[in-house]
């Protein structure tokens, strides 16, 4: 029960530095995220993953007694926070002529492989990592839309340059 408590207490203590650091970087340092499509949508998307893993690491805390739902959001959980890590990979970077993909593409690449591996291993498919997963999916086609609108650009324009 400790190792929970203080997971819960690092997963709220990563959203709310990572939802404070992300708007400060992407306003000292613009040109890092000239490559990745510009630093106001991919502030978009640093916002939908500290949200995503939020939300991955909640529900895994509220189910946290039902281990076949608690495991699968908190490995979804682990993978959404990888971002930086898997973009980082070697050969990776060939994607960054299309941005959103450079930046969810191995997130989402990686969760999809382990969803296989475990269905091929079990013989049967985690509901609850697959329901986990779309949410993935929806979130990185959301981050992306969001990121293209005026609406977005406007809002974020006061302190991203």
Not at 32 to 48: E, I, N
Not at 127 to 154: D, E, I, K, P, Q
Request: a positive charge; zero cysteines.
């Amino acid at each position: 029960m400790a190792i929970g408590a203080l997971g819960g207490g690092l997963a709220a203590a990563i959203v709310i530095l990572g939802t404070t650091v992300a708007p400060l970087s992407v306003h000292f340092s613009p040109q890092v995220y000239a490559t990745l499509g510009g630093p106001r949508p991919f502030l978009a998307t640093m916002f939908v993953q500290m949200l995503l893993f939020g939300a991955l690491v909640g529900i895994g805390l509220v189910y946290r007694r039902r281990p076949e739902i608690h495991r699968p959001m908190m490995l979804l959980a682990t993978i959404v926070i990888q971002s930086g890590s898997l973009g980082r990979f070697p050969h990776i970077g060939t994607l960054a002529g299309f941005p959103p993909l450079y930046v969810w593409g191995p997130l989402l690449l990686f969760g999809g492989l382990l969803f296989v591996l475990q269905w091929g291993m079990s013989r049967t498919p985690n509901r609850w990592y697959l329901m986990g997963y779309a949410g993935m999916v929806m979130a990185s086609f959301l981050s992306v839309a969001v990121g293209s609108t005026a609406l977005w650009n406007r809002k974020v324009s006061a302190f991203v340059p």
